[in-house]
């Protein structure tokens, strides 16, 4: 779990970290300030880039303290609405503010929607994967290594222990006259 700063800091190091772990993440709950009321564009720019992960999002309205129930109750319908135009479909949502004492358990039962089935294949299906390709190479070495003709490499021990005779004749005679 990471907590990535506001999309609207206006601080370089952010917008790069924002960046840095958007596609590495495998589900996303977004935090809309009540006082904002809706989605924002930049917002709405960065849910078109998670998309793929469209499963796995949630949404956390937040500081519904600032806010009567009636705002409250149109600002979660108007996020609802803008929610399902980007993905399609229905997001899960709570709204809660400082005040609120289930926060934890809210979280919780957020989190628990999410496609668990998923998050594992996305996170785990690929090392699983390069494990396999891995272990296929290294049979597939082994079985030819099986299959190695050892009468091919006899031939090239006994031509080159031939010759290593004939030089050391040879450098037996060439001794020979040296003295």
């Known amino acids: 779990i990471v907590d990535m700063p506001g999309f609207n800091s206006g601080i370089q190091e952010h917008n790069k970290a924002i960046l840095r772990y958007?596609?590495?993440?495998?589900?996303?709950?977004?935090?809309?300030?009540?006082?904002?009321?809706?989605?924002?564009?930049?917002?709405?720019?960065?849910?078109?880039?998670?998309?793929?992960?469209?499963?796995?999002?949630?949404?956390?309205?937040?500081?519904?303290?600032?806010?009567?129930?009636?705002?409250?109750?149109?600002?979660?319908?108007?996020?609802?609405?803008?929610?399902?135009?980007?993905f399609m479909d229905q997001v899960s949502m709570i709204a809660t503010s400082k005040y609120d004492d289930n926060i934890g358990e809210k979280i919780g039962n957020l989190i628990v929607c999410f496609d668990q089935e998923k998050i594992f294949v996305q996170e785990f299906m690929p090392q699983v994967y390069d494990a396999g390709v891995r272990c296929i190479d290294s049979l597939e070495t082994y079985r030819k290594g099986m299959k190695l003709n050892l009468s091919q490499f006899?031939?090239?021990?006994?031509?080159?222990?031939?010759?290593?005779?004939?030089?050391?004749?040879?450098?037996?005679?060439?001794?020979?006259?040296?003295?």
């Open 22 to 86: 958007a596609g590495k993440g495998n589900a996303y709950i977004l935090v809309i300030d009540c006082e904002d009321g809706a989605i924002k564009q930049n917002m709405a720019q960065f849910i078109e880039e998670i998309k793929q992960y469209e499963d796995n999002i949630a949404i956390v309205v937040t500081k519904t303290d600032l806010r009567t129930d009636e705002d409250v109750e149109q600002i979660m319908d108007n996020i609802r609405i803008n929610a399902e135009m980007l």
């Open 154 to 179: 006899d031939k090239e021990i006994e031509k080159h222990e031939k010759a290593r005779k004939e030089l050391t004749d040879k450098l037996k005679k060439e001794k020979v006259k040296l003295e």
